[in-house]
């Protein structure tokens, strides 16, 4: 029995359904993200809803399970939370990782991110062997992830077999009212600016597809960066934007601009009591630019390749402008 944690999330849902796909029975867990139709009919599938903070009911569905995926995390780039997700991130994964140690999984797989890697202050490409730095640039959900890797490792340490995957931003089918999946519905709203910032950017599916390689393989306590290649904020809203037939973005927005932006919308959103996604950590982090080393992985896996992210783009346009169809 495979265990998948944050299973009705954007990873969770499209690693459960290549499990089961595949003909294994899955645990699939969710906290508040209600399973859709589609999902709750995978066959091979049981949906069990559990708080991860509760290490007793953690301690109930770990039971008769032989590998575990955690995909589980709260991300939240408001800075208002920053303690309570560095909490709920860190004590979740402790939890999921002692009980995995208790019961004797065979393998873990954990989801980290290129964010816990740390935004250093130079451009050299950042790989596995990075240490993280305390400094500006790091997210609240950054630090939170960080803190979470290193309850992994502890248990490491402490003799449970498992493996850690850095992927960049990912992109694919998905909630196109949240997370990367809404950056469709962003520039389809003709959305013009753009920043100088750059990132690491992977397609879903790859990630799901190394997650998979790394539970067969003989390979622990090691960690790896998934991204297909470090693309500008800008070449990606644009490539979306091509494929959506929608207008390029045209207008760049300063760091001076962007630091505007997110003040205004601090008091929009306590006048609408309407999160939005610019604030002061995404308007920051929108002006760096991060490059990552994608080497390890594709050394230890030599048959693996990753998606072009012009074809990611091009898939989701296309899923989005379905769905959109339909409504």
């Excluded at 709920?88 to 954990?110: D, H, M, P, Y």
């Excluded at 500006?136 to 502890?154: D, H, I, P, Q």
């Excluded at 909630?175 to 709203?189: A, C, I």
């Amino acid at each position: 029995m495979i265990l998948v944690t944050g299973a009705s999330g954007f990873l969770g849902k499209h690693l459960v359904r290549f499990l089961s796909d595949k003909g294994y029975k899955v645990r699939a867990i969710y906290l508040n993200n209600t399973p859709d139709a589609e999902s709750l009919k995978m066959k091979g599938v049981s949906w069990v809803q559990c708080d991860l903070l509760d290490v007793y009911t953690v301690g109930d569905i770990m039971k008769g399970i032989d590998e575990v995926y955690h995909c589980a995390a709260m991300v939240s780039f408001n800075a208002t939370n920053k303690n309570y997700i560095q909490h709920v991130n860190a004590e979740s994964t402790a939890n999921v990782v002692n009980q995995a140690l208790e019961v004797g999984v065979r393998k873990l797989i954990f989801v980290s991110s290129v964010a816990a890697l740390g935004r250093g202050l130079t451009q050299y490409p950042i790989t596995e062997t990075d240490q993280w730095e305390e400094n500006k640039n790091n997210t609240a959900y950054s630090r939170s992830k960080y803190l979470s890797e290193m309850e992994v490792w502890r248990a490491i340490e402490e003799g449970l077999n498992a493996a850690i995957v850095n992927p960049a931003i990912m992109l694919g089918n998905g909630d196109w009212e949240q997370g990367s999946s809404r950056l469709m519905k962003v520039v389809d709203n003709n959305f013009p600016f753009y920043t100088e910032g750059a990132n690491g950017w992977v397609d879903v599916q790859d990630v799901v597809r190394a997650m998979y390689l790394l539970m067969q393989a003989d390979v622990s306590s090691e960690r790896f960066i998934l991204s297909q290649g470090s693309h500008s904020y800008q070449y990606i809203f644009n490539l979306m934007a091509q494929y959506l037939l929608r207008k390029p973005a045209h207008i760049r927005a300063t760091p001076l601009m962007t630091s505007v932006l997110w003040r205004w919308n601090k008091i929009k959103t306590k006048i609408t009591g309407k999160q939005s996604s610019i604030t002061k950590e995404t308007a920051r982090t929108a002006q760096i630019k991060c490059f990552y080393n994608n080497d390890k992985f594709l050394r230890s896996f030599p048959s693996f390749s990753y998606t072009p992210i012009e074809k990611t783009i091009e898939k989701m346009a296309s899923d989005y402008t379905v769905a959109h169809k339909r409504q």
